[in-house]
């Protein structure tokens, strides 16, 4: 699988770290900054960027990652067809993809130690979207459209 991954300077360590393992599983990576923890860069850039390369079919899946996940998520969630999801440990990394489908995980580099950052993107990675929820899912593909027809 593609996955995307992006962050701003307060996640860069975290993406780095969470880069080595999802290669290590065998997925390749579509690495859309930033480079370096200097200087401060925005996270809205990366997570747009991460949330354009999911919806564009450029990646199967995303992972960004900010100081808290916060901020990064919202970013790519203003991408229209992004479930973007901040995660927090196995659990949450497990339902936001199989309950939820998001088809990108968020990850705060200053709230979530590394260890548990690894486990909360394989449980993401390797959940399957429930078809149970599919209703739900159309809803929140709905809310997209409306919003986008409210724009034009």
């Known amino acids: 699988m593609r996955i995307a991954m992006g962050a701003d300077h307060a996640g860069f360590e975290l993406k780095a770290l969470l880069r080595r393992s999802v290669e290590s599983w065998g997925h390749e990576v579509l690495d859309l900054g930033t480079d370096a923890p200097h200087p401060s860069v925005d996270y809205p850039d990366f997570g747009a960027a991460v949330g354009r390369a999911v919806v564009e079919g450029r990646a199967e899946l995303g992972v960004a990652c900010c100081g808290s996940g916060i901020g990064i998520a919202i970013a790519a969630n203003k991408v229209a067809g992004v479930r973007a999801a901040v ?63 409210e724009r034009s």
Do not use: M, W
Not at 128 to 149: C, G, S, W, Y
């Open 87 to 149: 995660v927090h440990d196995v659990t949450s990394g497990h339902l936001a993809r199989e309950h939820n489908h998001a088809n990108v995980v968020c990850l705060g580099g200053r709230t979530t130690g590394p260890s548990v950052a690894v486990e909360a993107v394989q449980a993401f990675l390797t959940a399957t979207p429930e078809p149970r929820h599919q209703t739900r899912i159309d809803k929140i593909a709905a809310l997209d459209a409306a919003r986008a027809t």
